[in-house]
Structures are given as structure tokens and as C-alpha cells.
């Protein structure tokens, strides 16, 4: 039973998930004219798109890694370089993002970093940076000690979940933050709720409900990976054992 509501949880994210990248596209191309590579304002228009489609479905989707039942039996390095692999696409994408948003900034001569909203999504960034680095040199490579491995790996899966909610903020907070920038006129404020507005509030909403229930997995602890010494359990919970 319980892994059968995992994978129903698991079909429900990956539908959410490609809802938000999906959203965002449109939203980007409908209301913004598009995408170009050239720092003009098309250029921007990267950024959310690579920013949810990085720091929130990808990065989901390589924390959850671990909470497939298959990976609770056999050799743990395929799923540890999987993790690890996901991460790191998951970073590139966010790099691109913040790449995209510099240089139209830098273009259009608009200072960077001034806001709430590129402070908390530059410290997310720092962190998952961090948090990588810290995965990779103790929890993939061979020379850290089980002593040091138990040490950390609290710390790690911490910081795992609060960087995915640091980056569902950030992703908030740029919603709104775009769409006072850009109903500023009396006919299209964004207290009137225009379509654009009704738009991107729900697509705001769609990543909210994305990253509970992607906390709420990775916090419920019928789903985490058991403890050595219970290969019994885990075999027959495999097998569906009821």
C-alpha cells in the first residue's frame, strides 16, 4: 500500500512539475514576446523558466532520488552518482538563470541585487553550491569515514529540504515581483487582476503545491530508505508485501 501511494504521489509530482515549467514557458512567450540569447528584455525571459525548471523540478526530482524503493536494495554508488548527476544539471540550468538576468541587467544598465527577491535567491544558489560541494566530497567520494558520513548526513538532508523551500520562495517572490514591474499602468494594474495577473498567480500556486507535497515525501518516514538491518522489511515493502 505504501508504495503504491508513493508512485501515485510521484505521477501527481511529475505532472505538476512539467505543469510549472510549462506554465512559465507560456506565460514568457504570451505576455513577453518570447525568448532570444542577446540581453535584450527576451533575454530575461529566461530566467524564470530556467530558475523553476532548475531550482525546483529538477532539484525535486534529484532529492526524491532516494525515496524510490528500488534504491533501498543493492549498491548505493548508481543512486549516490544519480543524485549527484540530477544535482548538477539542476545547478548548470540555475546558473543559466542567473547568467540570463545579469546580462540583461548589465545591458539595460539596471542595478543587480537589490531586491528581496534576488537576495534570497542568490543566498538559495550559494547554498545549493554549498550543499553539492559537501555531497559530493564526503558522500560520493570513498575517503570520508562512516563516522563522518553519520555526522553530516543530518546536516545535509536539512539543508536539502530548506534550499527547495528558500527556492519555492525565491520563485514566489519573483512572480510577484515581475508582475508589479510589468502592470504598471492604470489599465492593467495588478490590483485589477488582468489575465496575465490571474496567469501567473496560478502558476505561483502550482509551485507551491509542487514543493509540499515534495517536502511532505521527503519528510514522511515511510518513504525514507531503511536503516541497515532491515532488508526484511524493505524486500517485502519492495514486493508490495502487505
Avoid at 510549462?22 to 524564470?48: E, Q, V
Avoid at 534529484?62 to 525515496?67: E, I, K, N, P, T
Avoid at 543493492?74 to 543512486?79: D, M, T
Avoid at 501567473?200 to 519528510?219: R, S, T
Wanted: proline share 4%; net charge positive.
Amino acid at each position: 500500500m505504501a508504495v503504491g501511494w508513493f508512485y501515485l504521489s510521484v505521477l501527481a509530482l511529475c505532472s505538476l512539475g512539467s505543469m510549472c515549467i510549462l506554465f512559465t514557458i507560456y506565460w514568457m512567450r504570451y505576455w513577453h514576446g518570447g525568448f532570444a540569447w542577446d540581453g535584450s528584455i527576451l533575454m530575461f525571459n529566461w530566467h524564470p523558466v530556467l530558475m523553476v525548471t532548475g531550482m525546483v523540478v529538477l532539484y525535486s526530482a534529484a532529492s526524491l532520488v532516494y525515496r524510490l524503493p528500488q534504491s533501498w536494495v543493492g549498491p548505493r554508488l548508481p543512486w549516490k552518482s544519480g543524485h549527484a548527476a540530477m544535482h548538477l544539471l539542476a545547478f548548470l540550468l540555475t546558473v543559466l538563470g542567473l547568467h540570463a538576468v545579469f546580462e540583461f541587467h548589465n545591458h539595460a544598465k539596471i542595478r543587480n541585487l537589490y531586491s528581496l527577491h534576488s537576495w534570497l535567491g542568490i543566498t538559495t544558489v550559494f547554498l545549493f553550491a554549498c550543499q553539492w560541494f559537501l555531497g559530493f566530497s564526503v558522500f560520493l567520494l570513498p575517503w570520508a569515514s562512516m563516522w563522518l558520513r553519520s555526522l553530516l548526513k543530518p546536516i545535509h538532508v536539512f539543508f536539502g529540504a530548506s534550499i527547495l523551500s528558500l527556492a519555492i520562495a525565491s520563485v514566489i517572490s519573483g512572480i510577484n515581483e515581475k508582475l508589479f514591474f510589468s502592470l504598471k499602468n492604470g489599465t492593467k494594474s495588478y490590483s485589477n487582476l488582468p489575465s496575465e495577473a490571474v496567469f501567473a498567480n496560478c502558476a505561483g500556486m502550482l509551485v507551491v503545491v509542487f514543493g509540499l507535497l515534495v517536502l511532505y515525501i521527503l519528510l514522511a518516514s515511510s518513504w525514507k530508505r531503511p536503516e541497515p538491518g532491515m532488508q526484511a522489511e524493505r524486500e517485502a515493502l519492495l514486493h508490495g508485501g502487505e
